[in-house]
């Protein structure tokens, strides 16, 4: 499979020649990706991976394209099965439902509606629209009470659904990292919004990853990483105006921003070019990942013939195990359906339901899954041996 660089800023479509290099990694195979056997699993593919930053906009970005259909055909991550995300969004229908009302019947379109775990909680009276190609989004649907546009989102979807200014109000939580082109997205949202409808944004933030060294959090599907002066400024080339910004603790930092849609271009925020505080803080992390308590902790077990394991089989799991492969994990512990039996690529790491714990017993189990370390450690009490977290600030 051939990757592409990316050849203009996905948020602003400012030339790719006003990028500068913020870091390079170690090359990386897809951290969507789990393999159904060792063998698949020792011959994945590798990639660059490259981050950027947009002196139009100040998006962070990676360089290295890799195209949609590949990324996302076959998607190992609902969303539903994972306790935090689903508070998560029960608490963000009790906004929506207090900020929009429950008893008009507005439309609401979800962008990257993955199963169904908002859509499925919103007010009955609202007509609840999804538009997400993945695998996992059709087999929610077909439980759900909610309709379905199995597609990628994109003006054009708008206009064939006849959605062309029907839409009060919609939003896209933790997926337009994953999107090629953002800017079609947000063109699509003006184009289906009515005047005066509502675009709400659920996007990792960019000062938290930074202030916290996770480069975990860097890989292919991650297309782009958002500041909120960096989010304001491409929306508002598109006629919409800033209202709100709440900064959640979900995957370690999140940025929820409310946007009004209106005619024309609005005022943008100065100092696109600024350089954003924490870059140089990000490279000395991961030039020093292994020089970190956990990593060393880790170290000193494997030499001395003790198992680790590992909990957690995200992406991040996966940009962790292969940019740290001198540590040999026995095993990763998932609670996925969808994941269990699999196996991490490259590094071949078998992927066990959480009873492995106990029956395989380890030394240390890493917390890959660090955002939802609270839940992990209270649900798996017979693990006796040590917890560990990578990001220790985090």
């Not at 981050?51 to 360089?63: D, E, F, I, L």
């Not at 775990?117 to 989004?137: E, F, I, Q, T």
């Not at 996925?336 to 590094?347: E, N, S």
Request: one cysteine or more; hydrophobic letters at 40%.
């Amino acid at each position: 499979m051939r990757y592409t660089l990316t050849s203009r800023c996905r948020g602003c479509h400012a030339s790719a020649a006003g990028f500068l290099p913020v870091l390079a990694m170690e090359p990386m195979p897809l951290a969507g990706m789990f393999c159904r056997t060792v063998a698949e699993a020792e011959e994945a593919a590798v990639f660059p991976l490259t981050w950027v930053r947009c002196t139009g906009c100040g998006a962070v970005q990676v360089a290295e394209d890799i195209p949609d259909g590949h990324l996302f055909g076959e998607y190992n991550y609902a969303s539903s099965t994972v306790p935090g995300l689903v508070r998560h969004f029960a608490g963000f229908v009790d906004e929506l439902a207090g900020f929009h009302g429950t008893d008009r019947p507005l439309t609401y379109l979800e962008i990257g509606c993955n199963d169904g775990v908002l859509l499925r909680r919103l007010p009955s009276a609202w007509r609840r629209v999804g538009v997400d190609p993945s695998d996992v989004a059709r087999r929610g649907a077909e439980a759900g009470d909610w309709e379905l546009i199995n597609l990628p989102f994109t003006p054009e979807v708008v206009r064939a659904h006849g959605l062309e200014g029907r839409v009060d109000a919609m939003s896209g939580s933790n997926c337009l990292a994953h999107i090629s082109d953002l800017r079609e997205v947000f063109a699509g949202a003006a184009l289906a919004l009515k005047p005066g409808g509502h675009l709400w944004v659920e996007v990792h933030d960019l000062a938290a990853t930074l202030r916290g060294g996770q480069w975990d959090t860097i890989y292919h599907e991650h297309k782009l990483e958002w500041s909120e002066p960096a989010l304001v400024r491409c929306l508002a080339r598109l006629g919409f105006v800033h209202e709100a910004t709440r900064r959640l603790p979900l995957h370690g930092g999140l940025l929820r921003a409310r946007f009004r849609r209106e005619a024309g271009p609005q005022p943008m925020p100065e100092g696109a070019g600024d350089p954003e505080p924490g870059l140089t803080d990000l490279r000395v992390a991961y030039a020093r990942r292994a020089e970190t308590p956990a990593a060393r902790e880790l170290s000193r077990l494997l030499e001395s013939g003790r198992r680790i394991s590992a909990y957690g089989a995200a992406g991040r799991a996966n940009v962790y195990l292969n940019q740290m492969r001198h540590l040999r994990f026995a095993h990763i512990v998932d609670e996925a359906p969808l994941r269990a039996g699999k196996f991490i690529p490259r590094t071949a790491t078998p992927i066990v339901r959480p009873e492995a714990l106990v029956e395989l017993p380890s030394a240390a189990c890493l917390i890959t899954a660090w955002n939802y370390r609270e839940d992990i450690i209270r649900k798996n009490p017979a693990h006796a041996g040590m917890w560990l977290t990578a990001f220790e600030d985090v």
